[in-house]
């Protein structure tokens, strides 16, 4: 009866539960094919059963489940997964570039800014600029770090400007941002921003100025994104802030409040040594844990108090942080620690990403970040009572937890603080309950520095400081009752194994069991008692205890399962065929585990999220199935496209009508109400565009578009799928070996949550899934698997509990323990599942081949044999040796399998296969090299028989793609009444080995493969040994051809034998197309040969050639293509690409662009009707000229008076000009496509672009020749200017041979996966796969097709010109945060060392230097171009390098030997440089690609069918013979080259490329750019003139004459202490930034009582300046240990100050006049008319260029805090120093040209100096009358006094004498 009972109990409550929810879906007998997704069969059955059922009631949900029916197809097997692990976390390299470029609008008065950055520890800073609020650094830093990404992204740059002092510094603002904000952006850099500068100790203060700066974070192989510099003065700093797109530009102060309410299950055992020891004396009784939580958020740190002996501590504490909102620091890290005795140790780590808890979405849609009060789960290292913790990391937040650590309440509130840090009603609500024993409940931590911050001694700070500043504050708060009031609800977890192999021999023969938990329930080492209730709600814990116990009777008793977490000790057996592994043997008894637990009941988190994750999947499904579509018909796609998106939008509409109908009574928290509004919001906007999309009103969309659209849509719900506010932990199943702990699987508890609607189930809910258990901590290289378990998984609240076992693969019958009821004493055995009825099968396992695997032999290649495990069996392969692409060919059979369970179910969801690779050694044991998982096709005994097709499984190891592997598995029924009746099987061959049979192998049909074999490259030693005889061999499909050898590989690495060809069967499906592989060979002595190195190319697709349908028809008709001129110098390119104009070739105000007209003639009509050209030649000179001159007059002429006089202080044009027109003409492109192509206006276009130069009248007019007169060209050449490397312009110069890298070495790490190391040479040369041709013969008159238009491959001597133009941003090699480059060469064994020409201290030298080699291809092909640092004691070190492959560049079609010119010149800066000409060029070119021409005719010229007509004819001067000359049309005929049929390639213009610097160490990052072009020329040919003098410009000395005249109404700042009378001792001091040593002061004017100083007093500063940079070149030594001057260039910028002079104590500093040079306000014509607004509100127009204006006077105001505190009259007079040296002027007062002595009132001078002049002044001119009537008072007194004195006397005497 015992038994019986229970069972019944279950069976009544499963078939109840069967009538009852027909329509919710159940099992029927399973015969819909697998993944049935067709809604009407589905839906048919259910009518079906419906009426059988007798059952009429519909539910509403019935609708909506149709909507989610294809979300949730009737699986009894989770999805496959082919990858066996998952991503790991790696180590990166990563490298952060900083660049402070200036600061602006910093607060303080006469201060020093210095910047400092810190990350982390490491810690850099600028030089001090002294005196300026502006000061402008442009320094570059670099930072390395090497860890995971999620820990980079944590770090934070702290950036803080401070006034330096002698003694402390004083901080004037600080800037945080985190790098994964920066990392965030595109380009994974913020360019050119303005980070806002605020003062951490006190928020009301608002910004403290602004600094510019470049932070750029990379990682191996990110590429980065050199900007073009936006050279512009007055930009708008708001604009340009430092922040994310979207975030507003002005950010208030914000509180962040943490409250940590309490924790519970933490670990109850402290892991240090000394509790270990207490644990010994005292027992277990009591937790040994002392718990606080740390908060660390934006670089800064709070802790709450420590609650001693306590595993379920409770806080209420609140740590507030302040921090501008939005923050740019994006995680809040919150930690449990231990305090120890010795030290502190974390307990549990969990991040909180504020993305995802808040919604920056303008208006009433977006939320602040908010979160709970909720529960946050907890993971870290297995608990294990060993006395160190091997796995501590894992609980500092490395790596993926391996066990659940208990849970910690939180919540999360941000309030705004509108108007400084006024105290809002939360805080303040806050502020009322706080505990009157504040400050004696805080004991500051002892002695720990990590969390001092938030200790610091709290009773000093007073609290209005403590508001102000965003120091941390910690303090308690009082709980509203409500929050407290959680309901709990019981939740049950089910689980079955159904298989458990692959177990790792290492875990030994003991016994193992597999114990699954949640939370802290089921763990058996100190979980909580099966069953037992995690809250002891009663204070009499034993009582609740049995009172439970109880419970769980009855439970157990209607569920028919007894609560247990751990399956019975099996031990395992050895798997056949497979030493390795071991399996335990679930045959037809699978056992059970049940665990209840009880948590909150927020389930409804946990539905949505899983129904928004199955809309994610069945979008990304359907794409899959899209793009595999595609191969097929795009039609089809299209369709498949459409359908999904209007499954999605009515998926979206059913998701919000079941969110708004979601019950009221639900505990939601804050943010649970805002994410149901986030998810409204995001999917009707989804779904809106999705409609958008599918239905395609507006225009049609192309299909690649509409995929990257749904690819976003998946990407958006990916990020709303993740729930932060977690509830139910996730579910560990361990493996267990004599209790201890071996391998692990985390299950998010949501994929297996029950929910009665199919579509808010866990997507793996009540299905059997494989788990791949694996090592707890960081995991050896290679690790292989540690076990497989198959789990069918149930959780869910105990109310469903009849659900449990609905979906489980029928035919079992439940075992019962035999001893239910004989109390809780003993603990009940399991039950299990028993699955009486066995099936046999056989299993065919048809490895073909493989592709692309990982090389695990220091040959660079692999023996690789494939293992295929499947259940308890284990077969393998035949070992193919060295080879990355093995074909086995091979059928593996596994005869007599047994399954237990009903044969439709497994033929429906069968087992899983594992297929394993391994690579096979002669000594020890095979090296793992990847695995992949597949499902085999079933077919039953009463089944057609149809044979399978082969596909790719992909092949992982590890983290690291391996490859594909092509095969097929078939699981066929034996039928029991004839065995044999199985089909027929390939013959095998002698060893016993089947083949695949034929009707699976792929169909075959002949091709043909040509191969151009040119050479090899760069062949590295092997085995100590240079190559020197390589050969080649291709082999493809079995079938291959070798190269001839190459004699000597130094004296000539071509090939002799230019072409071969093999025939070979290939697959007619194109992507069964094995792979090609290339292996080079070395002969040594005595015929043995080396392996080389190897290249595999797995896809042969880009070498299929098609086959030609004969010559082409040539049109008849001419294209003609007229060439219109706005003046005849600019004769534009006639074909410009229409999609970018902008980057015609010349953006000039004054150049109308010329039009394109392609005139199509009129066969019938013999002269074609050519509209006249604007200026054709027959238009004489004179008026050409005149429209010309008109055309100039309409510019404004004050713009053109600028632009000539700023070129005439330049004087010469020459190569520079052009370089920097092109710069400007690059950005002006930028700025322009900036600006949504709004064409700018005439006058900023024409701004200094346009230079117009007047000759000297004196030069000889000796040019008779084409010149192009310079009064005529207001056009200066350009050249281009590519952002990156020529190759990547002009795909690589591949368009004639390719170059393929030959890898040796091992692949199967990662460290060396791709690092440089394993590329050992480089092989030149192309394949052309085609059809065999039916009579075998050669096409084309016997020669192979592949050898059209290669040129012969004989040597050929050249002449090699590098242009070294500038580097810039190098990394720095001194420790003092610079380096001395200097330029290296090298090719073949040429190397010049430019050593003497370094630059001291500088990473973005200006080289300018040119040199030449003489080289003989191929042997010297590959020019390295190496950066290297100058030192002067030790060896120089390399800052970086970049490889350059001559060769490809010199046969390439794009003709890469040397850029032609934009225009063509024959003398001047714009020489043509090329030696040959145009025309010369053109005719070769024609000859070369058999195209008719060229046909020069006056006018115009003739290319196959295009006429290109232009100007041929110019006149030098109009006395003069006009000159025919065909080359400036011949070149515009070449830079239309790629437009013309039958050539069709871009030719390479005139140009400088940016090449990056990689150094070997730090593989893939870039240590700097270096610009630079090269020229090549054939010595067969004539050669070419001198090289172009690039050489940097010399800067021009100048002298600038600045006379202080007088000042006005300067502030009084002295109190005479006898009058109070204000008065001022007035001083000017003036100095230019960057000659600060050159500092020069009038004479004092003391005692000014007005403010008016009268000074006539000259300053002169001598200063270099770069006219065309608009910069000054400043040379002084750092330091006194400095060797030598370090070059900067900074803007010229002069500094006025005003001073109060002091006798005895520092002067007082006024005010302060900065003034650009450049560009700076119009001076006031009188005193009273200077104000402030002149220098703040001054626009670009009103503003003077001293430069230009050369003389200035006028009045300016000083400043000081932003206030007027002064006004000068100054002159200004720049003079050049050649001018200076013949006219010189005197410093102060002197001669030559004296200034005379100022006429100041007699009050000025120094008391010091003058005591008399001072009384007279300060006392005698005010007191006159008192001291006059003084002085006659005194007199009487004395006259009284003496009087009295003498009277008695007088009396007397009187007396006595009578």
């Known amino acids: 009866?015992?038994?019986?009972?229970?069972?019944?109990?279950?069976?009544?409550?499963?078939?109840?539960?069967?009538?009852?929810?027909?329509?919710?879906?159940?099992?029927?007998?399973?015969?819909?094919?697998?993944?049935?997704?067709?809604?009407?069969?589905?839906?048919?059955?259910?009518?079906?059963?419906?009426?059988?059922?007798?059952?009429?009631?519909?539910?509403?949900?019935?609708?909506?489940?149709?909507?989610?029916?294809?979300?949730?197809?009737?699986?009894?097997?989770?999805?496959?997964?082919?990858?066996?692990?998952?991503?790991?976390?790696?180590?990166?390299?990563?490298?952060?570039?900083?660049?402070?470029?200036?600061?602006?609008?910093?607060?303080?008065?006469?201060?020093?800014?210095?910047?400092?950055?810190?990350?982390?520890?490491?810690?850099?800073?600028?030089?001090?600029?002294?005196?300026?609020?502006?000061?402008?650094?442009?320094?570059?830093?670099?930072?390395?770090?090497?860890?995971?990404?999620?820990?980079?992204?944590?770090?934070?740059?702290?950036?803080?400007?401070?006034?330096?002092?002698?003694?402390?510094?004083?901080?004037?603002?600080?800037?945080?941002?985190?790098?994964?904000?920066?990392?965030?952006?595109?380009?994974?850099?913020?360019?050119?921003?303005?980070?806002?500068?605020?003062?951490?100790?006190?928020?009301?203060?608002?910004?403290?100025?602004?600094?510019?700066?470049?932070?750029?974070?990379?990682?191996?192989?990110?590429?980065?994104?050199?900007?073009?510099?936006?050279?512009?003065?007055?930009?708008?700093?708001?604009?340009?802030?430092?922040?994310?797109?979207?975030?507003?530009?002005?950010?208030?102060?914000?509180?962040?409040?943490?409250?940590?309410?309490?924790?519970?299950?933490?670990?109850?055992?402290?892991?240090?040594?000394?509790?270990?020891?207490?644990?010994?004396?005292?027992?277990?009784?009591?937790?040994?844990?002392?718990?606080?939580?740390?908060?660390?958020?934006?670089?800064?740190?709070?802790?709450?108090?420590?609650?001693?002996?306590?595993?379920?501590?409770?806080?209420?504490?609140?740590?507030?942080?302040?921090?501008?909102?939005?923050?740019?620091?994006?995680?809040?890290?919150?930690?449990?620690?231990?305090?120890?005795?010795?030290?502190?140790?974390?307990?549990?780590?969990?991040?909180?990403?504020?993305?995802?808890?808040?919604?920056?979405?303008?208006?009433?849609?977006?939320?602040?970040?908010?979160?709970?009060?909720?529960?946050?789960?907890?993971?870290?290292?297995?608990?294990?009572?060993?006395?160190?913790?091997?796995?501590?990391?894992?609980?500092?937040?490395?790596?993926?937890?391996?066990?659940?650590?208990?849970?910690?309440?939180?919540?999360?509130?941000?309030?705004?603080?509108?108007?400084?840090?006024?105290?809002?009603?939360?805080?303040?609500?806050?502020?009322?309950?706080?505990?009157?024993?504040?400050?004696?409940?805080?004991?500051?931590?002892?002695?720990?520095?990590?969390?001092?911050?938030?200790?610091?001694?709290?009773?000093?700070?007073?609290?209005?400081?403590?508001?102000?500043?965003?120091?941390?504050?910690?303090?308690?708060?009082?709980?509203?009752?409500?929050?407290?009031?959680?309901?709990?609800?019981?939740?049950?977890?089910?689980?079955?194994?159904?298989?458990?192999?692959?177990?790792?021999?290492?875990?030994?023969?003991?016994?193992?069991?597999?114990?699954?938990?949640?939370?802290?329930?089921?763990?058996?080492?100190?979980?909580?008692?099966?069953?037992?209730?995690?809250?002891?709600?009663?204070?009499?814990?034993?009582?609740?205890?049995?009172?439970?116990?109880?419970?769980?009777?009855?439970?157990?008793?209607?569920?028919?399962?007894?609560?247990?977490?751990?399956?019975?000790?099996?031990?395992?057996?050895?798997?056949?065929?497979?030493?390795?592994?071991?399996?335990?043997?679930?045959?037809?008894?699978?056992?059970?585990?049940?665990?209840?637990?009880?948590?909150?009941?927020?389930?409804?988190?946990?539905?949505?999220?899983?129904?928004?994750?199955?809309?994610?999947?069945?979008?990304?499904?359907?794409?899959?199935?899209?793009?595999?579509?595609?191969?097929?018909?795009?039609?089809?796609?299209?369709?498949?496209?459409?359908?999904?998106?209007?499954?999605?939008?009515?998926?979206?509409?059913?998701?919000?009508?079941?969110?708004?109908?979601?019950?009221?009574?639900?505990?939601?928290?804050?943010?649970?109400?805002?994410?149901?509004?986030?998810?409204?919001?995001?999917?009707?906007?989804?779904?809106?565009?999705?409609?958008?999309?599918?239905?395609?009103?507006?225009?049609?969309?192309?299909?690649?578009?509409?995929?990257?659209?749904?690819?976003?849509?998946?990407?958006?719900?990916?990020?709303?799928?993740?729930?932060?506010?977690?509830?139910?932990?996730?579910?560990?199943?361990?493996?267990?070996?004599?209790?201890?702990?071996?391998?692990?699987?985390?299950?998010?508890?949501?994929?297996?949550?029950?929910?009665?609607?199919?579509?808010?189930?866990?997507?793996?809910?009540g299905k059997i899934k494989t788990h791949f258990l694996k090592l707890p901590g960081k995991r050896p290289l290679g690790w292989t698997v540690q076990a497989k378990v198959d789990v069918?998984?149930?959780?869910?609240?105990?109310?469903?509990?009849?659900?449990?076992?609905?979906?489980?693969?029928?035919?079992?019958?439940?075992?019962?323990?035999?001893?239910?009821?004989?109390?809780?004493?003993?603990?009940?055995?399991?039950?299990?599942?028993?699955?009486?009825?066995?099936?046999?099968?056989?299993?065919?396992?048809?490895?073909?081949?493989?592709?692309?695997?990982?090389?695990?032999?220091?040959?660079?290649?692999?023996?690789?044999?494939?293992?295929?495990?499947?259940?308890?069996?284990?077969?393998?392969?035949?070992?193919?040796?060295?080879?990355?692409?093995?074909?086995?060919?091979?059928?593996?059979?596994?005869?007599?399998?047994?399954?237990?369970?009903?044969?439709?179910?497994?033929?429906?969801?069968?087992?899983?296969?594992?297929?394993?690779?391994?690579?096979?050694?002669?000594?020890?044991?095979?090296?793992?090299?990847?695995?992949?998982?597949?499902?085999?096709?079933?077919?039953?005994?009463?089944?057609?028989?149809?044979?399978?097709?082969?596909?790719?499984?992909?092949?992982?190891?590890?983290?690291?793609?391996?490859?594909?592997?092509?095969?097929?598995?078939?699981?066929?029924?034996?039928?029991?009444?004839?065995?044999?009746?199985?089909?027929?099987?390939?013959?095998?061959?002698?060893?016993?080995?089947?083949?695949?049979?034929?009707?699976?192998?792929?169909?075959?049909?002949?091709?043909?493969?040509?191969?151009?074999?040119?050479?090899?490259?760069?062949?590295?030693?092997?085995?100590?040994?240079?190559v020197d005889r390589p050969q080649v061999l291709i082999e493809c499909a079995g079938k291959g051809v070798k190269s001839s050898v190459i004699q000597s590989y130094k004296k000539n690495p071509n090939f002799s034998g230019l072409a071969d060809w093999f025939e070979v069967e290939l697959p007619e499906n194109e992507l069964l197309h094995p792979p090609l592989s290339i292996c080079v060979v070395d002969w040594r002595a005595f015929g043995r040969s080396t392996l080389v190195g190897t290249h595999t190319i797995n896809c042969l697709k880009q070498f299929l050639c098609k086959t030609q349908l004969g010559p082409q028809a040539t049109p008849n008709r001419l294209d003609i293509v007229e060439i219109e001129k706005a003046s005849p110098e600019s004769s534009q390119p006639a074909e410009l690409p229409q999609e970018e104009p902008f980057l015609a070739d010349h953006i000039y105000a004054e150049v109308e662009q010329g039009k394109c007209r392609v005139v199509e003639p009129d066969p019938n009509l013999t002269s074609v009707p050519a509209s006249e050209p604007e200026h054709s030649a027959s238009e004489p000179g004179k008026d050409r000229k005149q429209k010309d001159m008109k055309k100039l007059s309409r510019r404004s002429t004050k713009k053109r008076k600028r632009t000539i006089a700023e070129e005439s202080a330049e004087n010469v044009i020459d190569w520079w000009s052009k370089y920097y027109a092109s710069v400007l003409k690059i950005q002006k492109a930028k700025g322009i496509l900036s600006s949504e192509g709004k064409p700018e206006d005439n006058k900023q276009t024409s701004d200094h672009i346009a230079l117009i130069i007047e000759e000297d009248p004196d030069k000889k007019k000796k040019d008779k020749t084409l010149k192009r007169k310079q009064k005529d060209t207001p056009n200066l050449a350009t050249l281009q200017i590519y952002e990156g490397d020529l190759e990547s312009e002009f795909n690589n110069f591949e368009d004639w041979v390719k170059t393929f890298q030959l890898l040796r070495g091992k692949s199967n790490d990662e460290v060396h996966a791709d690092s440089e190391d394993r590329i050992i040479g480089k092989f030149k040369g192309s394949f052309c796969i085609y059809p065999s041709p039916e009579d075998g013969s050669l096409l084309d008159g016997g020669q192979p097709r592949i050898l059209q238009g290669i040129p012969p491959n004989h040597s050929v001597k050249v002449l090699i010109r590098v242009y070294i133009v500038a580097a810039f941003n190098l990394s720095p090699a001194d420790p003092d945060g610079k380096s001395d480059p200097y330029i290296v060469l090298r090719l073949g064994n040429t190397e010049i060392k430019d050593r003497e020409n370094y630059i001291p201290k500088q990473l973005n030298p200006v080289f300018g230097r040119s040199f030449e080699i003489q080289a003989t291809f191929p042997k010297d092909s590959l020019l390295t171009v190496l950066i290297y640092d100058h030192d002067f004691v030790g060896t120089d070190d390399l800052?970086?390098?970049?490889?350059?492959?001559?060769?490809?560049?010199?046969?390439?079609?794009?003709?890469?030997?040397?850029?032609?010119?934009?225009?063509?010149?024959?003398?001047?800066?714009?020489?043509?440089?090329?030696?040959?000409?145009?025309?010369?060029?053109?005719?070769?070119?024609?000859?070369?690609?058999?195209?008719?021409?060229?046909?020069?005719?006056?006018?115009?010229?003739?290319?196959?069918?295009k006429v290109f007509k232009g100007q041929t004819v110019f006149t030098e001067d109009e006395n003069e013979e006009p000159v025919e000359s065909y080359e400036h049309l011949s070149l515009k005929v070449l830079h239309a080259w790629e437009e013309i049929p039958g050539a069709g390639y871009k030719l390479v213009p005139e140009h400088i490329e940016t090449r990056p610097l990689y150094h070997k160490d730090k593989p893939g990052m870039e240590q700097g750019r270096v610009q630079m072009w090269v020229d090549m020329f054939p010595k067969d040919m004539p050669l070419p003139g001198p090289p172009v003098d690039i050489s940097p410009r010399k800067p021009k000395g100048y002298e600038l004459r600045v006379i202080i005249w007088n000042t006005e109404d300067v502030i009084l700042e002295d109190e005479n202490i006898f009058t109070g009378q204000k008065s001022s001792d007035i001083y000017v001091k003036g100095w230019i930034k960057g000659l600060e040593e050159d500092k020069q002061e009038t004479d004092v004017h003391y005692n000014s009582l007005t403010g008016e100083g009268n000074f006539n007093w000259r300053f002169v500063f001598p200063f270099c300046y770069l006219p065309a940079e608009k910069q000054m070149v400043v040379s002084k030594r750092e330091n006194i240990f400095s060797l030598e001057k370090t070059e900067r260039k900074i803007p010229a910028e002069l500094v006025l100050q005003v001073w109060d002079f002091e006798r005895l104590s520092s002067d007082d500093f006024l005010g302060t006049l900065e003034l650009n040079l450049n560009g700076f306000p119009r001076a006031a014509k009188t005193a009273k008319s200077c104000d402030l607004g002149m220098v703040v509100a001054a626009s670009d127009e009103k503003k003077i260029s001293i430069f230009q204006q050369k003389r200035v006077r006028g009045w300016w105001p000083f400043v000081k805090a932003g206030e007027l505190t002064g006004k000068v009259e100054a002159e200004f007079h720049l003079v050049t120093a050649e001018e200076a040296e013949k006219n010189p002027v005197g410093k102060a007062r002197k001669e030559p040209e004296p200034l005379e002595k100022p006429n100041r009132p007699d009050t000025s001078f120094s008391w010091f100096v003058n005591p008399f002049k001072c009384l007279y002044h300060l006392i005698w001119r005010n007191y006159k009358k008192y001291i006059i009537i003084g002085i006659i008072l005194l007199i009487l007194i004395v006259f009284l006094v003496l009087f009295i004195y003498t009277l008695p006397g007088a009396i007397s005497h009187r007396i006595v004498v009578g």
């Open 792 to 1026: 069918y998984l149930w959780l869910g609240p105990a109310s469903f509990a009849h659900n449990i076992m609905e979906n489980l693969p029928i035919g079992y019958e439940t075992e019962m323990p035999s001893n239910t009821s004989s109390g809780h004493s003993a603990v009940p055995s399991p039950a299990c599942l028993l699955y009486k009825t066995p099936h046999f099968f056989q299993l065919r396992a048809h490895m073909y081949q493989a592709r692309g695997l990982i090389a695990a032999d220091s040959t660079g290649l692999s023996d690789p044999f494939a293992k295929v495990t499947f259940t308890s069996r284990c077969q393998t392969t035949k070992i193919i040796s060295q080879t990355l692409s093995p074909t086995w060919n091979q059928m593996l059979l596994f005869n007599s399998i047994v399954l237990h369970g009903d044969r439709e179910e497994i033929a429906q969801f069968p087992p899983e296969i594992v297929i394993e690779l391994y690579d096979d050694d002669a000594v020890g044991k095979a090296e793992y090299i990847g695995s992949t998982v597949a499902a085999p096709v079933v077919r039953l005994a009463d089944q057609n028989y149809e044979p399978p097709k082969l596909s790719y499984h992909p092949v992982y190891c590890g983290n690291l793609s391996g490859g594909d592997l092509l095969a097929t598995f078939e699981l066929l029924e034996i039928p029991e009444s004839d065995p044999d009746r199985l089909p027929p099987l390939d013959p095998p061959d002698v060893g016993q080995i089947y083949p695949v049979p034929a009707n699976i192998r792929p169909v075959l049909s002949k091709y043909r493969v040509e191969v151009l074999f040119w050479g090899v490259r760069e062949l590295k030693k092997v085995q100590l040994l240079s």
């Open 1 to 765: 009866m015992e038994e019986k009972k229970p069972r019944k109990g279950l069976f009544a409550g499963m078939k109840l539960k069967k009538k009852k929810k027909g329509e919710k879906g159940l099992t029927i007998a399973n015969k819909d094919a697998l993944g049935d997704h067709d809604e009407s069969a589905n839906l048919h059955h259910d009518t079906l059963r419906r009426q059988e059922e007798g059952e009429e009631d519909l539910m509403t949900s019935d609708a909506l489940s149709n909507v989610f029916g294809p979300l949730s197809p009737k699986r009894k097997r989770a999805k496959l997964v082919t990858r066996i692990h998952e991503e790991e976390m790696k180590s990166q390299n990563y490298q952060i570039a900083i660049t402070i470029i200036e600061a602006r609008q910093l607060v303080g008065e006469n201060i020093d800014p210095v910047v400092i950055i810190e990350i982390g520890d490491e810690k850099k800073q600028t030089t001090v600029k002294e005196g300026t609020n502006a000061p402008f650094y442009n320094e570059y830093f670099v930072f390395d770090f090497v860890g995971p990404q999620v820990f980079l992204f944590d770090k934070i740059i702290n950036i803080s400007v401070m006034h330096n002092k002698l003694i402390g510094s004083v901080l004037i603002g600080s800037f945080k941002v985190d790098l994964g904000t920066v990392y965030g952006q595109p380009g994974h850099q913020f360019c050119d921003k303005w980070a806002l500068l605020t003062d951490p100790a006190d928020i009301r203060t608002g910004a403290k100025g602004y600094l510019k700066c470049d932070i750029s974070v990379t990682g191996k192989g990110d590429a980065t994104q050199a900007t073009q510099k936006t050279a512009d003065t007055e930009e708008q700093i708001e604009k340009n802030l430092l922040i994310p797109k979207g975030f507003p530009s002005e950010r208030p102060w914000a509180r962040f409040y943490v409250r940590i309410y309490k924790a519970e299950g933490l670990p109850k055992m402290n892991s240090s040594i000394m509790a270990n020891v207490t644990k010994a004396f005292i027992g277990d009784s009591k937790d040994l844990v002392d718990p606080y939580v740390v908060v660390m958020f934006a670089g800064q740190m709070g802790r709450t108090t420590v609650q001693k002996n306590c595993a379920d501590p409770v806080w209420h504490e609140q740590i507030i942080f302040k921090e501008m909102f939005p923050p740019l620091c994006r995680r809040v890290k919150i930690q449990v620690w231990d305090e120890g005795s010795m030290n502190d140790v974390a307990l549990a780590t969990h991040f909180i990403d504020l993305k995802k808890i808040s919604n920056e979405q303008d208006g009433d849609k977006g939320f602040l970040p908010t979160f709970g009060p909720a529960w946050i789960n907890l993971y870290g290292s297995p608990r294990n009572h060993s006395l160190m913790d091997d796995y501590q990391e894992l609980n500092e937040g490395f790596g993926e937890g391996v066990s659940f650590r208990g849970r910690l309440f939180i919540e999360i509130a941000v309030e705004i603080l509108s108007g400084g840090a006024r105290e809002l009603k939360f805080s303040s609500i806050i502020k009322d309950i706080k505990l009157p024993s504040k400050d004696k409940d805080f004991k500051a931590p002892k002695g720990k520095d990590k969390t001092e911050k938030a200790g610091e001694d709290r009773k000093s700070a007073s609290p209005s400081d403590k508001t102000n500043s965003t120091e941390v504050e910690v303090e308690p708060f009082d709980v509203p009752s409500e929050i407290y009031e959680e309901k709990f609800e019981e939740f049950l977890l089910f689980g079955t194994f159904f298989e458990a192999t692959m177990i790792d021999r290492k875990v030994g023969d003991k016994p193992i069991t597999f114990e699954v938990s949640i939370g802290n329930f089921g763990n058996i080492t100190d979980g909580v008692s099966v069953g037992a209730g995690g809250k002891k709600k009663t204070c009499d814990g034993e009582a609740e205890e049995s009172l439970l116990r109880e419970g769980e009777d009855e439970i157990s008793h209607d569920l028919g399962v007894p609560l247990i977490s751990t399956t019975p000790p099996e031990k395992p057996l050895i798997t056949g065929g497979n030493r390795n592994y071991q399996y335990l043997p679930y045959d037809e008894r699978k056992p059970c585990i049940c665990v209840k637990s009880y948590w909150g009941d927020q389930t409804f988190r946990l539905y949505s999220s899983n129904t928004l994750e199955k809309m994610a999947d069945h979008l990304e499904e359907s794409l899959e199935q899209a793009k595999d579509l595609i191969k097929v018909s795009e039609v089809a796609s299209e369709e498949k496209m459409r359908t999904t998106l209007n499954d999605f939008i009515n998926q979206s509409r059913a998701f919000i009508a079941i969110a708004e109908k979601k019950p009221k009574g639900l505990n939601y928290t804050a943010l649970d109400k805002k994410r149901l509004m986030l998810f409204k919001q995001e999917l009707e906007t989804m779904s809106s565009d999705a409609k958008g999309i599918a239905q395609q009103q507006k225009k049609k969309m192309p299909l690649d578009e509409m995929m990257r659209e749904t690819q976003s849509f998946i990407d958006k719900i990916r990020f709303l799928v993740d729930e932060p506010q977690n509830t139910v932990p996730d579910v560990f199943i361990w493996m267990l070996s004599s209790n201890k702990r071996i391998a692990y699987a985390r299950i998010p508890a949501k994929n297996i949550l029950y929910s009665p609607s199919k579509e808010q189930r866990g997507k793996d809910c």
């Open 1439 to 1505: 800052i970086g390098e970049t490889k350059i492959d001559l060769e490809n560049r010199f046969y390439s079609r794009h003709r890469a030997t040397c850029g032609l010119q934009s225009q063509y010149e024959i003398e001047g800066y714009n020489a043509w440089r090329d030696a040959t000409k145009p025309s010369e060029i053109l005719t070769k070119l024609c000859k070369d690609y058999r195209i008719s021409g060229p046909f020069m005719r006056p006018g115009e010229i003739q290319v196959g069918t």
